[in-house]
T-cell receptor, first 111, second 112 residues
Framework: EAQVTQNPRYLITVTGKKLTVTCSQN?????MSWYRQDPGLGLRQIYY???????DKGDVPEGYKVSRKEKRNFPLILESPSPNQTSLYFC??????????FGPGTRLTVL | GQQLNQSPQSMFIQEGEDVSMNCTSS?????WLWYKQDPGEGPVLLIA?????ELTSNGRLTAQFGITRKDSFLNISASIPSDVGIYFC????????????FGTGTKLQVIP
């Protein structure tokens, strides 16, 4: 089954403790991206990747890092999480026709 | 970053009624996408539009890519209870890169 998976689905952590949210897709898509979703603000793009080793900033990249060492995986790294990064995070991968497929989401709480 | 203005923010309608929502942008896009999000899940693509003026249907859903490339609308005909959810528009400019901007969403409630 074609899908995007994310782990963990839920995470509660404390300020400053580094964390990684994994994302994997099995559709051989070149393009992947990360979004955060906050009430009233919709979905905002954090980072995107056009292909392996090619990443670029979206609209809200501050406080986040990504890497794309292989096509199927696109982890999101928070080196020093802060409470304002409490949010719902989605990973997505895109077909050559720009159709984005989203993962199930990761709800992150930073205390 | 740029934003998409999506309206209305929310709407309550009676089952069987038609629904219309739209998105406008200050910038042009070369692709418009419409998504539906159910509670606790990721957005699911409903319709993709690739050409200015294009009108595309998917069952009871119809969407149009505005002629100015700065707007798009989505219509749902004969609404049913399972249409409940949040609908998002998204604009994409893929001139060598893919940066996607989402609207703030329209929350749809259907009264049986």
């Amino acid at each position: 089954e074609a899908q995007v998976t994310q782990n963990p689905r839920y995470l509660i952590t404390v300020t400053g403790k580094k964390l990684t949210v994994t994302c994997s897709q099995n559709m051989n898509h070149e393009y992947m991206s990360w979004y955060r979703q906050d009430p009233g603000l919709g979905l905002r793009q954090i980072y995107y990747s056009m292909n392996v080793e090619v990443t670029d900033k979206g609209d809200v990249p501050e406080g986040y890092k990504v890497s794309r060492k292989e096509k199927r995986n696109f982890p999101l790294i928070l080196e020093s999480p802060s409470p304002n990064q409490t949010s719902l995070y989605f990973c997505a991968s895109s077909s050559p026709y720009n159709e984005q497929f989203f993962g199930p989401g990761t709800r992150l709480t930073v205390l | 970053g740029q934003q998409l203005n999506q309206s209305p923010q929310s709407m309550f309608i009676q089952e069987g009624e038609d629904v219309s929502m739209n998105c406008t942008s200050s910038s042009i896009f070369n692709t418009w996408l419409w998504y539906k999000q159910d509670p606790g899940e990721g957005p699911v693509l409903l319709i993709a539009l690739y050409k200015a003026g294009e009108l595309t249907s998917n069952g009871r859903l119809t969407a149009q890519f505005g002629i100015t490339r700065k707007d798009s609308f989505l219509n749902i005909s004969a609404s049913i209870p399972s249409d409940v959810g949040i609908y998002f528009c998204a604009g994409l400019w893929s001139g060598g890169y893919q940066k996607v901007t989402f609207g703030t969403g329209t929350k749809l409630q259907v009264i049986p």
